[in-house]
Every structure is written in structure tokens, then in C-alpha cells.
């Protein structure tokens, strides 16, 4: 085993329960995305005061998705949870992806909501 694999596999087991949950459901998020017909450009874009879980392309337009997972809609469920702060970082998250790119195409911003092992499909849910 190289170290780089060894390394990998330990970080792994360090991830706790919630962020193994939520890797879980990138995962269910992506698979679903994929099966409606849209194809994955980046995993994860992290910035400084940002992140986008997933980015897809669907069809001309670039897809900035967030990806959230509850137990249960109790509590006004997954898609709740994306707050106006949440936003905020997500447009600023997506901002920095754009930059790097030498033409700007069309974008949306959706998310993708599982409640109890529902997935909810929320497209273009921020809006200029």
C-alpha cells in the first residue's frame, strides 16, 4: 500500500458520522442528477467563504448544487435548512468558479433535498 493510499483510507475513518452522512447523500444527490441527464464537472468547490457540493452541466447551463440531507421534514426538513446565509455563500462560492473560466455560461443555482431518504429536486432556487 502506498503511502499516499494508507493516508487517504486514514483520513477516511477520521470523518465522523455527520460528514460521512453527508458524503452519503452527495453521493445519492450526484447518482440522481446523473440519471436525469446532467453530467458532473466538479465535486466540492471549496473557496474562502464558499463552498459548492456539486457542479453540474445541464445541457448550455452550468449547475451550482447544494446538497442537503435530514433524518425527517420535521423541523421544515432538508431544503429548509438552506438559509439566507447559506446562499449568500453559495453565490460567492460560485462567483470565484466563474472567474476561472474564460467565457461565463449560462447558471442556476438548485438543491437537491432528501428527507428521510426522499430526494427533492429544487431547481433555480436563487434568483437575481
Known sequence: MTEQSW???RMAAMRTSRQRSGDE???RALGYL??????????????KGGEIDLIMQDQDSLVFVEVRKR????FGGAAASVTAAKQKRMVHAAQRYLQSL???????????????????WLKNVITG
Do not use: H, M, W
Open 34 to 47: 446523473r440519471e436525469a441527464g446532467l453530467s458532473l464537472v466538479q465535486r466540492s468547490f471549496l473557496c
Open 71 to 74: 433524518a425527517s421534514a420535521q
Open 25 to 27: 447523500g452527495e453521493e
Open 7 to 9: 493516508l487517504g483510507k
Open 102 to 120: 474564460n467565457t461565463t455560461p449560462a447558471c442556476r443555482f438548485d438543491v437537491i433535498a432528501i428527507d428521510d431518504g426522499k430526494i427533492t
